[in-house]
Structure formats: structure tokens, C-alpha cells
């Protein structure tokens, strides 16, 4: 009787005592933060720089991160107007096919019809719009889901970019003699910066001020936490619902102007694989599927860990299909992010 008296304390002590792995699992907690905080993708950036810099040192060279920078703005854009989407707990499929094929209507435009670039871009702009207020009104008003919706959306403008120019790429050399697109500038630099980086930076200011200090991003993230209850606080939901899906549609036709003029052409399967890699920085940046919180910064982090992974791969001299490996295992990360499992409270 004695030893089991003696024991007992002994033993409640060890149960109370917490298991390694549960005290690394708090510290986890508290250096990611809560879901939907920025510090996850920053944390989730800082190692993958790490990473590559020890696998090689160039990667950390001033030109391949500037370079590398470039390369992600088109993903960067895409990726904010997916954020705007995922927040208000819908989903876009339809990106990389709306960038392709805004891409290649500007072009066509301007190379084939002689239109004045800046008239040009702002029909491309305006007709991506439209499509966006379209898709958000079926999906809003008609109530089909915005996953069906937007993966017609996804066939058919990749239909649409096939049919422009019967499948042939678009450039200048399209036609004799040859033609500049007239928009190349916003490929240019400025103050020895690229403007490609210039414009996604503004893009990612101008998501975070909307999205965090104005009343509209408030009612979409009230959307995304309960729609039932917005709308009983006299939010329009169906019209807020459309105006994500048309923000989402003019940045993909922007990031399609953009790489039509970085690359100096455009192709009808251009971007393809974006709009899964556009979900996958998104939820990286820590906007859960269900929407509801988040921020611009943290999608435009999501998208430059990709655009790292993607550079890494390319520096190693690895094939091209190694990407989608790396991107597969970027999107069950994001999945794990999202199950709501002990990282993610």
C-alpha cells in the first residue's frame, strides 16, 4: 500500500506532462499563427529560400531573383483575384483559359485589325468583365455551383483561344510585314525595375487596402463566414458574388496582357495549369477554402513559393515535368492546410 501511495503522484505528474511532440505542435501554432494569417506563407517563403539556397547558391543571386520575380507576377495577378473568390467560399477554374484567351484577342486586335494598343486593351479589359459579371450571376442568381460554372468557363475560352487564330500562336511576325503590338512597354522597365513587377506589386496594395480596410472587403468575408447571416444583415450577396468573379476575370485578362507582352507572343494552351496552381497559392497564403478570412499579401506569397519551387527546378537543370510533381505536392500541402487539422487552428 505504501509504494502504490508513493506512485500515484509520480504518475498523475508524467500524465500531466505534456508529449514532445504536442509541445513542438503548440510552437508550431504560434509561429504560423491562426488560419488565415500572413505569417504562414511568410514562414512557408523563408524556408523554401533557405532550402534552395543551400541546394544552390544561385538562387540567391540578384538577377535569378529578379528574374524569378518577373516570372511570378502573372501568377501573382491571377492569384489575388483568386484570393477575392476563394474569400467569398466559391472557386475559379476558369483563370488560365481567360488569360490565354484575352491574351490572344488582344493580339489578334492589334496585329490582324490595326486597333490603337491602348483602345485594344481596354476592349480586352472591358469584355473580361463582362464574362466575369456573367459567370458571377450564374453562380450567384441562378445558383449553379461556381465550380461547374467556372470549368465551363475553363473549356470553353480555352475553345476560344484555339478558334482565334485556328490554333496558330500570335505575334508580330504574324503577319508582313510585321506588326508591334504597341502594348510591349508594359513588358519595359522603369527606374531599372520591371514594370511586370512594378504592376503586380501595385496589384497586391491595392487587393490588401480593398480587402482589409474597406467595407467591401468586410462584407465579402462576411459572406465567406456566413452568407445566411449577411444576408439577414441586409448585405447583397449576389451582387458582391459577381463582383469577385469580375475582379477575378480582369486580372487574369491583365496577367494575359501582361504575358503576351513579356513574351512577345502568345500561344492558345498558354498558361496551362495555372488556375490549379493560382488554388494552390491562394490556399498556401492562408485563405481556407471556405473563405471568410485571409489576405491579398499571403496569395501573392503563396505565389511566389510556387514561382520558387518552379525556379529551383529549372536551376537544377531538372525536366519540365518535375513541376508538376512539386506542384502536386504543393496542393496536398494546401489541402492539409485546409483540413482543419493541428496546424491549422
Same mark, same amino acid.
Given at each position: 500500500?505504501?509504494?502504490?501511495?508513493?506512485?500515484?503522484?509520480?504518475?498523475?505528474?508524467? @500524465?500531466?506532462?505534456?508529449?514532445?511532440?504536442? =509541445?513542438?505542435?503548440?510552437?508550431? %501554432?504560434?509561429?504560423?499563427?491562426?488560419?488565415?494569417?500572413?505569417? %504562414?506563407?511568410?514562414?512557408?517563403?523563408?524556408?523554401?529560400?533557405?532550402?534552395?539556397?543551400?541546394?544552390?547558391?544561385?538562387?540567391? %543571386?540578384?538577377?535569378?531573383?529578379?528574374?524569378?520575380?518577373?516570372? =511570378?507576377?502573372?501568377?501573382?495577378?491571377?492569384?489575388?483575384?483568386?484570393?477575392?473568390?476563394?474569400?467569398?467560399? =466559391?472557386?475559379?477554374?476558369?483563370?488560365?483559359?481567360?488569360?490565354?484567351?484575352?491574351?490572344?484577342?488582344?493580339?489578334?486586335?492589334? #496585329?490582324?485589325?490595326?486597333?490603337?494598343?491602348?483602345?485594344?486593351?481596354?476592349?480586352?479589359?472591358?469584355?473580361?468583365?463582362?464574362?466575369?459579371?456573367?459567370?458571377?450571376?450564374?453562380?450567384?442568381?441562378?445558383?449553379?455551383?461556381?465550380?461547374?460554372?467556372?470549368?465551363? #468557363?475553363?473549356?470553353?475560352?480555352?475553345?476560344?483561344?484555339?478558334?482565334?487564330?485556328?490554333?496558330?500562336?500570335?505575334?508580330?511576325?504574324?503577319?508582313?510585314?510585321?506588326?508591334?503590338?504597341? *502594348?510591349?512597354?508594359?513588358?519595359?522597365?522603369?527606374?531599372?525595375?520591371?514594370?511586370?513587377?512594378?504592376?503586380?506589386?501595385?496589384?497586391?496594395?491595392?487587393?490588401?487596402?480593398?480587402?482589409?480596410?474597406?467595407? *467591401?472587403?468586410?462584407?465579402?468575408? =462576411?459572406?465567406?463566414?456566413?452568407?445566411?447571416? @449577411?444576408? %439577414?444583415?441586409?448585405?447583397? &450577396?449576389?451582387?458582391?458574388?459577381?463582383?469577385? *468573379?469580375?475582379?477575378?476575370?480582369?486580372?487574369?485578362?491583365?496577367?494575359?496582357?501582361?504575358?503576351?507582352?513579356?513574351?512577345?507572343?502568345?500561344?492558345?494552351?498558354?498558361?496551362?495549369?495555372?488556375?490549379?496552381?493560382?488554388?494552390?497559392?491562394?490556399?498556401?497564403?492562408?485563405?481556407?477554402?471556405?473563405?471568410?478570412?485571409?489576405?491579398?499579401?499571403?496569395? &501573392?506569397?503563396? @505565389?511566389?513559393?510556387?514561382?520558387?519551387?518552379?525556379?529551383?527546378?529549372?536551376?537544377?537543370?531538372?525536366?519540365?515535368?518535375?513541376?508538376?510533381?512539386?506542384?502536386?505536392?504543393?496542393?496536398? &500541402?494546401?489541402?492539409?492546410?485546409?483540413?482543419?487539422?493541428?496546424?491549422?487552428?
Amino acid at each position: 500500500m505504501p509504494l502504490t501511495t508513493q506512485t500515484e503522484p509520480a504518475a498523475e505528474e508524467a @500524465a500531466a506532462r505534456p508529449a514532445p511532440w504536442v =509541445s513542438l505542435l503548440h510552437v508550431t %501554432r504560434r509561429l504560423l499563427g491562426r488560419e488565415g494569417s500572413v505569417r %504562414r506563407p511568410i514562414v512557408f517563403l523563408i524556408l523554401a529560400v533557405v532550402i534552395a539556397t543551400i541546394i544552390t547558391p544561385d538562387f540567391i %543571386r540578384p538577377a535569378n531573383l529578379t528574374s524569378l520575380l518577373t516570372d =511570378s507576377s502573372f501568377l501573382v495577378a491571377i492569384a489575388i483575384g483568386e484570393a477575392f473568390v476563394i474569400v467569398v467560399g =466559391s472557386i475559379d477554374l476558369g483563370v488560365e483559359s481567360l488569360l490565354a484567351s484575352f491574351g490572344m484577342i488582344l493580339a489578334w486586335l492589334t #496585329v490582324f485589325h490595326r486597333f490603337p494598343a491602348g483602345l485594344a486593351v481596354l476592349l480586352t479589359l472591358a469584355g473580361a468583365l463582362l464574362v466575369g459579371l456573367v459567370v458571377g450571376a450564374l453562380v450567384a442568381k441562378v445558383h449553379i455551383p461556381s465550380f461547374v460554372v467556372t470549368l465551363g #468557363v475553363y473549356w470553353g475560352f480555352r475553345g476560344v483561344a484555339l478558334l482565334i487564330h485556328g490554333g496558330q500562336y500570335i505575334s508580330p511576325q504574324s503577319v508582313t510585314p510585321a506588326r508591334p503590338f504597341g *502594348f510591349s512597354a508594359v513588358a519595359g522597365n522603369s527606374f531599372g525595375v520591371s514594370n511586370l513587377i512594378i504592376i503586380a506589386f501595385c496589384l497586391v496594395v491595392a487587393g490588401q487596402v480593398v480587402l482589409s480596410l474597406t467595407p *467591401f472587403g468586410l462584407w465579402l468575408k =462576411s459572406i465567406g463566414s456566413n452568407e445566411q447571416a @449577411a444576408r %439577414r444583415a441586409g448585405l447583397r &450577396a449576389d451582387l458582391l458574388k459577381m463582383s469577385v *468573379f469580375a475582379i477575378s476575370a480582369v486580372l487574369a485578362a491583365l496577367a494575359g496582357i501582361m504575358y503576351t507582352a513579356w513574351q512577345g507572343s502568345i500561344y492558345p494552351d498558354s498558361a496551362a495549369g495555372w488556375s490549379l496552381q493560382a488554388i494552390a497559392a491562394v490556399i498556401l497564403g492562408g485563405i481556407p477554402f471556405t473563405g471568410g478570412r485571409g489576405t491579398v499579401v499571403g496569395a &501573392a506569397l503563396g @505565389a511566389l513559393l510556387i514561382g520558387a519551387i518552379n525556379d529551383l527546378i529549372v536551376l537544377l537543370g531538372l525536366p519540365a515535368l518535375y513541376e508538376y510533381v512539386f506542384v502536386a505536392v504543393v496542393l496536398v &500541402a494546401a489541402g492539409l492546410q485546409a483540413r482543419g487539422g493541428p496546424l491549422t487552428k
